[in-house]
């Protein structure tokens, strides 16, 4: 017998294949098609993937890694996928808040980008998004800006994964004197980050109510020529669905559907006033949408039919939008919170967006909305290895009766512990390893007063 | 020339006078009726009360303190007023979300409450919650529950503020079988903690709905007896209006108004459903109302009118309920936020509710529906010394174009530093000074697992 079980024990260690890193903790909610939850679970990573997803007994039986992270008390979760957001404008933050949408664009944050907006202040405005979403858990951001390959290089000095494209808008802007030269510059961008590990470029021309039909058409092409999504703003306001009516006689849903807009991965950001005719059009051509609802309580834009997209399988996540006026922070826990709790008082029905529910829709929705469901959003085996652990030593984590409740509705970004993107260690015990936060905040602080100098305040 | 300058200079130290702490930073949001912010600001403190709020330098040269904390970058504000909660129901956070509210009462809470709720239980409870209040910045909090003289001697433990009032509702409870021996256990309770210097000790008859008129006459008889606030829930879902409007043909408010309930300070939480006629009657008898966000979101109950209270000039203040259900956590910058944004949503306009009136409410407000507005709710000389400091020096917390904006909608508990009740400092550096979190953590685990075996469960 002794014979036997020692022939058994190096087998078991003979048979252990080498990986890069195990995390171990004492849930693992893997957010795969069965929503299953490992107890004294572990993840293993080789690389960039995921090799290993099982009990903790299994994982160590079946891999030797170089480096752990064991956390007790913590569950280990997909990191959470920020579906539409505007990074830089970090440097805004609350710069003119309670505001009507009209008076905020036109008299504080489109006069504020054209004094302020440069290559440097998007470097920086999104060194400071990408500390705050990474130290909330956030792993990849979908970003719609200006200087976009600036947006991109940072993305990767801080090691974050971003769907990203140039804003196309029918007016000049600090990079772009017209829509065309905004797509050229968008080619390029598309050229210089194919098949990038963590850089999914992007065509993000603004709406409809923002760019012509040709440019729009001109963007459609683009993306499908270099096979990227998509991005672009859509019924976000009634004003924008009334302007169109007045203008087409139809839906700005049925308008982009009939210039060939979705043929090819769409992300459709807000979709507050579709109606049953346009989310039929939004489920036959799978455009994901990106929900905001901070964004869309805090602007009065209305209130999205989200139960009913999802109802209806349409890919819908969620995203904190820029936190210029509209948010004014980057914190993804918030939103899943804010999600649930917002449909079922629009709905009258506390049934409607339950927990687990919401919590698909920070991660393996997002990732459906970006259509990168085999790439990210879940724990499975294969996967790009990007997951958080979420600290359960905590006042506010304490007790836990139902993992999803806790995530949505007790737990905060700011019980997020760990980050790993690609297979790479970003966050550490709740300490970013890739960027200076010290000298970010500092710049931060700096960009505000000059920003302040430029423009008229609100007080 | 340089033996004048000697006399002032001793003048100067002569005429410093003692006192106990002085804390400084960057911001003190004084709240005051003027909305003063100070720059470079200091508050003076002796014993329990400020003796001094201005400018650095001046607080320096007029006060000799024992002690002082200084925070470069960081705000000092008034504590947050909690005005709404069942502080131990922490031990039941999430036990069952996403369910109708009578099914979520009568399947899960009552009975969990019936099988697990004892003296012990309500300590260990209010423990967790004061633990989490505190980190999160609130320095005084309502409470309804049972045993409440263990959650009054818990809140004193801890060093917080209480408004508290042992629950008085139709049906037997863990410590009293009829709403005649809650009654009693209140006068009780009433002459142990008269004139305790942190708990303010209240009535608190739990609903029109589950109280026979007579209890109400009795418990604000009582509490006049020891001019005692009368705690009460009022008006939360449409089904407690009709089924009052069939039986009464009134609105719960006018029942309560014609049986000389507020004849007398009254906080009545949630207010979701009140018409004009109520709301004519709330100012009129000067009765507050505690505004639940998260709550009444997550519940479907509805979205209280706040801007045309408020516009009426009642008192109103915002609280997070208890964490069971209908929450889950006690963090009331997520509910000053939530405040502002919801009635963003539900007016269709977003410059109802700002910033400055969300966190007005946190505060003042909630001063003022409490009754307290002399003793807390802002920082001006006279007035207890319950104030936090907030940080600044956080990635969520740069740059900053106005103060009040920032508070609300982009900082969070989390970035809370210091807290000082009464005083006395009771968190320092996000640490509890006054009670052992780690011993807390265990046991809220330990009652986790006893409250699951006891109840069935959802899932």
Not at 15 to 28: E, G, K, M, T, W
Not at 200 to 207: F, L, R, T
Not at 367 to 394: C, F, M, N, P, Q
Not at 436 to 452: C, S
Request: charge should be neutral; charged fraction near 25%.
């Amino acid at each position: 017998m002794l014979r036997l079980s020692s022939f058994f024990l190096l087998a078991g260690v003979l048979s252990a294949a080498p990986c890069d890193l195990v995390v171990s903790a004492r849930y693992i909610v893997t957010m795969n098609g069965q929503h299953r939850v490992i107890r004294n679970g572990a993840v293993a990573i080789r690389g960039e993937r995921i090799v290993g997803v099982g009990t903790r007994a299994d994982i160590d039986r079946d891999w030797q890694p170089k480096k752990r992270i064991d956390r007790l008390n913590a569950i280990v979760s997909p990191g959470l996928i920020n579906t539409h957001t505007h990074a830089a404008m970090s440097l805004f933050r609350g710069i003119a808040d309670d505001l009507k949408l009209q008076d905020w664009l036109n008299s504080f944050i489109f006069p504020a980008e054209a004094k302020n907006v440069s290559a440097d202040f998007v470097r920086w405005g999104t060194r400071l998004a990408c500390l705050e979403m990474l130290l909330s858990g956030t792993t990849t951001f979908t970003d719609m800006y200006y200087f976009e390959d600036v947006v991109a290089e940072t993305a990767k000095e801080a090691g974050m994964r971003g769907v990203l494209g140039e804003t196309v808008i029918g007016f000049p802007v600090a990079d772009a004197k017209t829509p065309a030269d905004a797509l050229k510059y968008t080619e390029k961008f598309l050229a210089r980050f194919h098949n990038d590990p963590l850089v999914v470029p992007a065509v993000a021309p603004h709406a409809l109510y923002t760019n012509s039909d040709e440019t729009l058409k001109a963007a459609r092409t683009l993306a499908n020529k270099y096979n990227a999504p998509l991005l672009i703003h859509l019924s976000e306001t009634r004003k924008e669905n009334d302007d169109n009516q007045a203008k087409r006689h139809q839906s700005p849903t049925q308008t982009l559907n009939s210039i060939g807009l979705f043929v090819g991965r769409t992300v459709a950001a807000h979709c507050v006033w579709v109606d049953a005719i346009d989310m039929g059009i939004l489920k036959q051509k799978n455009v994901g949408v990106a929900h905001c609802p901070s964004c869309i309580m805090k602007l009065a834009s209305g209130a999205a039919p989200v139960v009913e997209m999802l109802r209806r399988g349409i890919p819908a996540g969620v995203g904190t939008d820029g936190p210029a006026g509209s948010n004014n922070d980057f914190d993804l826990m918030e939103e899943a919170d804010l999600a649930a709790k917002l449909q079922k008082l629009i709905r009258n029905d506390p049934e409607v967006l339950p927990a687990s529910q919401a919590f698909e829709m920070a991660t393996m929705g997002g990732a459906r909305v970006l259509g990168l469901e085999k790439e990210i959003g879940s724990l499975e085996t294969g996967k790009r290895a990007d997951l958080i652990t979420i600290d359960l030593d905590a006042p506010n984590a304490v007790p836990m009766y139902d993992v999803y409740s806790q995530l949505v509705y007790a737990l905060k970004g700011s019980n997020v512990l760990d980050v790993v993107v690609n297979g790479r260690e970003i966050v550490r015990d709740r300490r970013v390893l890739t960027l200076d936060q010290p000298a970010v905040i500092a710049k931060a602080r700096e960009y505000g007063l000059k920003v302040a100098q430029s423009v008229q305040q609100k007080h």
